[in-house]
C-alpha cells in the first residue's frame, strides 16, 4: 500500500491564483480530512469527508473548497489565494469516520506571495 | 478529553530502549491512549493505541498502568530515525458518525543520539 499520498509537494503562488492541491489513499478509508499546520497553532481541521459525496467544515474551512467524488480522492481547492494560507497542508485519512488512528500524507509545503 | 503532561524533552542513546513517560491522571473510564509522533517536515504518524491492556505492535510497546492515570510508550531499539516529537493524547473510541479533529499539546522532543 502507498497509504496517503499528495501531490504537490511544495508550490508556490501569487496572491489570488487558485490550485487544487492532491490527496489520494489506497487503504478503502471511509473517512478524509486537510488540515493546515502552522508554527505555534498546531494542526487546525479544514474540512472533511464521511464518505464519497459527502463533505464537511472544520474548523477553518474559508476560503477552501472540497470534494469527495471517490473513495480514494480527495482534493483541496484553493479558490483566491492569499498569504495567510501559506502553510503546510496535511492530508489524513482513517478507516471509520470517528477513529482518532489516522494516517497522514507527507504534506503540501504552500507559500503565497 | 482528559489533559496529558510529557517532559519536553528526552535524549536516548541509539540502539538503546526508549521509554517516553505521558500523565493523565483526570482519564475517564472510555478515553483510549493514543500516541502519535511526528519527524521534523513529516506529516504525523500514528504509532499505537491503548485502553487498559499493554499493546505492542511492530512500532513500539504501550504501557498503561494499573490505574490508568499514566503510561509509557516503549520504542525498543532506538535508531536516529526515532529522532522527532511524540505526541500522547486521550481521547474517546472510535464512534461512528462524529469527525474527530486530531489535536496535539507540546509533545516530547526525543532525541536520539549516536
Known amino acids: 500500500n502507498a497509504g496517503v499520498t499528495q501531490t504537490p509537494k511544495f508550490q508556490v503562488l501569487k496572491t489570488g491564483q487558485s490550485m487544487t492541491l492532491q490527496c489520494a489513499q489506497d487503504?478503502?478509508?471511509?473517512?478524509m480530512s486537510w488540515y493546515r499546520q502552522d508554527p505555534g497553532m498546531g494542526l487546525r481541521l479544514i474540512h472533511y469527508s464521511v464518505g464519497a459525496g459527502i463533505t464537511d467544515q472544520g474548523e477553518v474551512p474559508n476560503g477552501y473548497n472540497v470534494s469527495r467524488s471517490t473513495t480514494e480522492d480527495f482534493p483541496l481547492r484553493l479558490l483566491s489565494a492569499a498569504p495567510s494560507q501559506t502553510s503546510v497542508y496535511f492530508c489524513?485519512?482513517?478507516?471509520?469516520?470517528?477513529?482518532?488512528?489516522?494516517?497522514f500524507g507527507p504534506g503540501t509545503r504552500l507559500t503565497v506571495t | 478529553d482528559a489533559k496529558t503532561t510529557q517532559p519536553p524533552s528526552m535524549d536516548c542513546a541509539e540502539g538503546r530502549a526508549a521509554n517516553l513517560p505521558c500523565n493523565h491522571s483526570?482519564?475517564?473510564?472510555?478515553?483510549?491512549v493514543y500516541w502519535y509522533r511526528q519527524i521534523h517536515s513529516q506529516g504525523p504518524q500514528y504509532i499505537i493505541h491503548?485502553?487498559?491492556n499493554n499493546e505492542t505492535n511492530e512500532m513500539a510497546s504501550l504501557i498503561i498502568t494499573e490505574d490508568r492515570k499514566s503510561s509509557t510508550l516503549i520504542l525498543p531499539h532506538a535508531t536516529l530515525r526515532d529522532t522527532a516529537v511524540y505526541y500522547c493524547?486521550?481521547?474517546?473510541?472510535?464512534?461512528?458518525?462524529?469527525?474527530?479533529?486530531?489535536?496535539f499539546g507540546s509533545g516530547t522532543q526525543l532525541t536520539v543520539l549516536p
Open positions: 489524513a485519512s482513517s478507516y471509520r469516520t470517528g477513529s482518532y488512528e489516522q494516517y
Open positions: 493524547i486521550v481521547r474517546v473510541g472510535a464512534n461512528s458518525g462524529s469527525a474527530r479533529q486530531l489535536t
Open positions: 487503504m478503502n478509508h471511509e473517512y
Open positions: 483526570t482519564i475517564s473510564g472510555n478515553e483510549y
Open positions: 491503548g485502553l487498559k
